[in-house]
């Protein structure tokens, strides 16, 4: 997990993130004593300059390089949330402001420095907005990292992880229906499902062949599905993101290393 963004000088000016959880081994939790989060505003959408030290064109961190959008309007993507708290609260974020576990405020890979996002819980319904102003998580599988107390209202904190929209939302923008107190149906039209993705391909012919081909090595069942345009091989629907994590480093081991979790 990205915790904080400096600048360095090799041969020019480079940027440089440093991962505190490569820092120190403790483990991440929830306060000692939990607040009651019920009372706590969302974040308000607003305009912003952008953070100066939180924006690269492009980073790399753990072997990987990400590329920054140039902006966050139209951004919608649906994936896996995770939470961070105590172990990092106070400490300086990618953006430059500290780190807040009690503020609505979430860590993205991508989405420009400070950006604004309504994430719904597609479990149970729950909303709310979040201010972007850190990077992560890094951690494989993961769309979006969440403070302790927007993870608290969503209702995923005893879980760990929740399957979750995320969408842009732009200063001004007032979104209807936040509600996040009390336990909701789900609003989604249709059973939401989560798959491990191993491949995606232009002809159905190199699709069902790598199809074929994992799954001799693993056993499990495989599938092909299409939109017309891309053939994606996919494992699943999977029981939990457990269950998805361990497939994806039993595939990675198998010498399979381009899988990600997917929510439909």
């Not at 492009?58 to 951004?75: A, E, H, W």
């Not at 007032?174 to 993705?197: C, E, F, H, R, S």
């Amino acid at each position: 997990m990205l915790r904080s963004l400096k600048w360095i000088a090799i041969s020019g000016i480079y940027l440089s993130l440093i991962s505190c959880s490569s820092v120190t081994e403790q483990a991440d939790r929830a306060p000692t004593s939990p607040p009651d989060v019920s009372n706590i505003p969302n974040a308000i959408p607003k305009d912003e300059p952008r953070s100066k030290y939180g924006n690269p064109a492009s980073y790399d961190v753990l072997g990987k390089r990400y590329f920054t959008l140039t902006s966050s309007q139209g951004y919608q993507e649906k994936g896996i949330a995770s939470w961070y708290g105590s172990k990092f609260h106070g400490r300086r974020t990618s953006s430059g402001e500290g780190y807040d576990m009690y503020a609505m405020t979430a860590a993205h890979k991508t989405l420009p420095l400070p950006s604004y996002v309504e994430v719904t819980n597609l479990s149970n319904g729950r909303k709310v907005i979040v201010k972007v102003n850190d990077r992560g998580p890094f951690h494989d599988n993961r769309l979006i990292d969440l403070s302790y107390s927007a993870a608290k209202k969503l209702g995923i904190i005893g879980h760990g992880t929740g399957m979750v929209e995320v969408r842009a939302i732009s200063g001004g923008e007032t979104p209807v229906n936040i509600v996040t107190n009390v336990q909701q149906k789900p609003i989604i039209d249709a059973p939401v499902g989560m798959y491990l993705q191993v491949g995606a391909f232009s002809t159905s012919t190199n699709a069902q062949q790598f199809k074929s081909k994992v799954q001799t090595k693993i056993g499990d069942d495989v599938t092909v599905t299409s939109d017309g345009k891309l053939y994606r091989v996919r494992i699943g629907p999977l029981d939990n993101v457990e269950e998805g994590d361990s497939l994806a480093s039993r595939l990675l081991n198998l010498g399979f290393n381009d899988t990600h979790l997917v929510v439909e």
